[in-house]
């Protein structure tokens, strides 16, 4: 879409909207704020009416004397005692007036002119503990109870029972407004930490479940949730939220005893369990402390309230061994991990320091806000620190990705660049075998094909490696012929096997179908590295090749062979190692046994690739048994049959396509930079009489092209300047090209997966890959070279 012009009339309103937003914001905000504090109190509180109730209260023990005493304060009084306060109300009392009490621990009663009017005991209501949690009552006066005596009983099993609370007078909107004002910052500071921790839990449970990733935030988030749980059970609105105040009551100090658990855990995750031994002793404090102290509140012997100070050591513990090992980093500089978490614990610890010192200034300058707010900075803190690992640890990962690519890459255009010196030694040594006649420099061509098969099949095999391991290596899936690829793989046995002492016993199940859909290349690949090993690990004896099959459905086989042998067997505790990569075993006894430790590894990569599965049993010193088992599909579901019958139907024919030719009309053209597979093209179709015309550039190859209608044009991929599919674009599109037409084949060192399809989109009519097989030369030409042209001569002997 076109952009809109930056100036026009709308761009500019957009623009001034923006603006606006900005300084009418900043405009309200200041407004409600300073207007608040500047403007005067409108509020009528005449019918919301609290004040501390200031009459004089005497205690009254039982059987004795009254005594006056202070209130709030403290009377003398036992363990479970009951103690009586009594008072007489004021005059001008009127209907709906309440007095307030508050209880700490105690059951209460309270009595007007004798007349019970309010009780507050828990005893039913609880699930276990011997008092009644803290809680306000309210008394309903009533006009005539002006000037009458009032009796406060309270009894408590608890340091407390003698203690006297503050008692206020009012409206209970009044009363209630008054706790508003006291609480309402606490109120909402612990609400909103509360949130934010659960919101903090459940990203990290996210992230848990979607990534498979523990986050440390996860304990922090915890220890706010309970700090923050803990400060709303100290709030006065608890009553009203909580229609259980026992239970909450017990909680608050669970949470007391959990906050050192989760934040000492949050610590030590985020220093990488450097001090774990030291961390040890506070969270071994505290889970048994927790413990014991719920099973011995469970059963009333003990009350959490009478074990606060065990709570407070566990904190203290936990305190101590969390700064300590700060200031051990702070000093030894080991803090560039979680320098910002640091900062933060640094800054609630000040902030705890702070709120004791405003306590002994005045109780009731803080109540918690500033610990509360140390919290929020820690968290904060902790929350960007997660940020900045989760950012890093995704940067990791990319750039990872990016290597491994590079990385891939890189073997890729290796590969490429030795696999070409390597096809020239191999096309030359074939020339020195086919047109020589010293048996000396036979043998020697002989150890340089086998030298040079084996770097060929190292270079292969790391090529294989890196694109499985980078994932870039792609099924190539058609229909193929099951049997000429379990007879590919029997000749390849008996070839590797030639020369040694072992019999060949194969078993194909004869009900197995003809056709399949699948990669065959890489089942044979698969095939061969079994069979390569039983044969290279097997000094005499049997080795077994066996086919056979289970079925899915109609359409669905699973394909399943085993090869068996009965060489020197592998160790049991070796079995686990087998398919890692470059692993070889008994590397001493099998020095002079060519390998990577790659063959089992890839073996094992492709068949998971194609969903399968692969098994080795081995018996040490008397052989193995590998077993794969690959998912086909059914094409054809007519039975293989005899296979030794079909075995030797195909030889016939395969016998008919090997029989020399001779094509001395046909022209050729070969491109390809590389002289030296130049030559070998020539020398290789010197037999047949062809007239092969070579040149070493893409532009020289279009050049040629122009003149001369050729029968095939071999073309090489990678060429300087002007590559393969450059050239052959240009040949295609210009119609006065002779060849415009013609059949031209990709030749290339070439070994990436996908790469035949890719040739053909661009136009190609084959693919033919280096190392030039002969044979595979001479099956090429014969499918492709006009058949009037092509001679039949006869087999040679
Ligand atoms: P290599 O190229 O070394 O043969 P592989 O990955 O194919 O690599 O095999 C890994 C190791 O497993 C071998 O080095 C050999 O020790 C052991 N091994 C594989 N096949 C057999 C077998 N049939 N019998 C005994 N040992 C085997």
Request: proline share 2%.
């Amino acid at each position: 879409m076109e952009k809109r012009a930056k100036d026009s009339i709308f761009s500019k309103c957009i623009k001034s909207a923006r603006v606006f937003f900005g300084v009418g914001t900043i405009f309200i905000l200041l407004f409600l704020i300073l207007g608040q504090i500047i403007f005067p109190d409108e509020r009528d509180f005449i019918f919301a009416k609290c004040e501390v109730f200031e009459a004089q209260w005497y205690h009254v023990p039982e059987n004795g004397e009254k005594v006056a005493v202070e209130v709030p304060g403290k009377v003398e009084a036992e363990y479970g005692e009951k103690i009586t306060l009594v008072s007489t109300l004021p005059q001008g009392i009127y209907n709906g007036e309440n007095l307030c009490f508050r209880t700490i621990w105690q059951d209460v009663e309270i009595y007007i002119d004798g007349e019970l009017r309010q009780s507050y005991n828990t005893n039913d209501s609880r699930p276990f503990g011997i008092n009644s949690a803290m809680r306000y009552i309210f008394v309903d006066l009533q006009e005539e109870d002006a000037g009458k005596e009032i009796m406060y009983r309270a009894s408590s099993k608890s340091k407390y029972a003698g203690d006297i609370r503050e008692i206020l007078v009012g409206d209970r909107i009044g009363i209630w407004i008054q706790f508003l004002q006291e609480s309402g910052a606490r109120t909402l500071i612990a609400v909103s930490l509360m949130m934010l921790s659960m919101g903090c839990v459940i990203v990290c449970a996210v992230v848990r479940i979607v990534y498979k990733k523990r986050l440390a935030i996860n304990y922090l988030a915890w220890t706010l949730f309970f700090g923050a749980l803990w400060m709303i059970s100290e709030i006065e609105f608890r009553q009203l939220v909580f229609k259980n105040v026992s239970i909450l009551s017990s909680v608050t100090y669970w949470c007391l005893m959990m906050i050192p658990i989760t934040f000492v855990l949050y610590i030590n995750e985020i220093q990488n369990s450097y001090y774990e031994k030291i961390f040890f002793v506070p969270l071994l404090y505290s889970t048994l402390m927790t413990v014991t102290l719920t099973i011995l509140q469970f059963f009333d012997i003990v009350q959490f309230v009478e074990a606060l100070i065990f709570m407070h050591i566990g904190i203290g513990l936990a305190v101590i061994t969390i700064v300590g090992t700060l200031i051990v980093d702070t000093i030894k500089r080991r803090y560039a991990d979680y320098f910002l978490a640091g900062i933060g614990v640094y800054g609630m610890l000040l902030a705890t320091v702070l709120e004791v010192v405003l306590y002994y200034i005045n109780v009731d300058l803080s109540l918690g806000t500033v610990l509360a707010g140390g919290l929020l900075f820690l968290f904060v803190m902790a929350v960007i620190k997660t940020g900045q690992d989760l950012l890093r640890s995704e940067q990791k990962k990319q750039q990872a990705i990016l290597a491994r690519k590079a990385q891939a890459k890189f073997l890729a255009n290796m590969s490429h660049e030795i696999r070409t010196p390597i096809n020239a030694i191999i096309g030359m040594n074939e020339m020195i075998l086919r047109e020589n006649d010293n048996k000396v420099i036979e043998d020697y061509a002989y150890n340089i094909q086998s030298a040079s098969d084996m770097l060929l099949r190292l270079v292969n095999d790391v090529l294989d490696f890196s694109k499985i391991e980078s994932g870039q290596l792609e099924l190539v899936e058609d229909a193929y012929n099951l049997a000429e690829l379990i007879q590919d793989e029997i000749l390849l046995l008996k070839a590797r096997a030639a020369g040694k002492p072992i019999s060949i016993k194969i078993d194909i199940d004869s009900k197995l179908p003809t056709r399949l859909w699948g990669d065959e290349l890489r089942i044979k690949q698969i095939l061969t590295n079994l069979l390569s090993n039983a044969v290279k690990y097997t000094k005499e004896g049997m080795v077994t090749l066996k086919a056979f099959f289970s079925r899915i459905d109609n359409e669905n086989i699973v394909l399943e062979f085993e090869v068996i042998d009965t060489g020197i067997g592998i160790r049991q505790e070796d079995l686990s190692k087998l398919f890692d990569s470059f692993k070889r075993l008994e590397l001493n006894k099998n020095r002079n046994i060519q390998g990577t430790g790659l063959g089992l590894n890839i073996a094992k990569m492709l068949v998971d690739l194609m969903h399968g599965k692969i098994n080795v049993q081995s018996e040490y010193e008397k052989g193995s048994t590998f077993s794969v088992a690959i998912p086909q599909r059914v094409i054809d579901n007519q039975q293989i049959g005899d296979f030794e019958a079909t075995l030797k139907k195909n030889r016939v024919e395969k016998n008919t396509a090997e029989n020399l030719f001779v094509a001395p009309e046909a022209n050729v053209l070969v491109v390809d930079d590389n002289e030296m597979n130049l030559a070998l093209i020539k020398g290789l179709l010197k037999r047949t009489q062809i007239h092969v015309d070579a040149v070493s550039s893409g532009i020289k190859g279009y050049k040629v092209s122009r003149k001369k209608k050729y029968d095939i044009i071999f073309m090489d991929h990678m060429m300087p300047d002007l590559d393969g599919i450059e050239t052959l674009k240009m040949i295609r599109e210009d119609k006065n090209n002779p060849n415009c037409d013609g059949v031209v084949i990709a030749l290339t060192a070439n070994a990436i997966a996908g790469c035949r399809e890719m040739y053909l989109e661009s136009g190609f009519n084959d693919y033919f890959s280096k190392p030039i097989q002969a044979d595979k030369l001479d099956e090429l030409l014969i499918k492709y070279l006009p058949t009037e042209l092509v001679q039949r001569v006869g087999k040679q002997e």
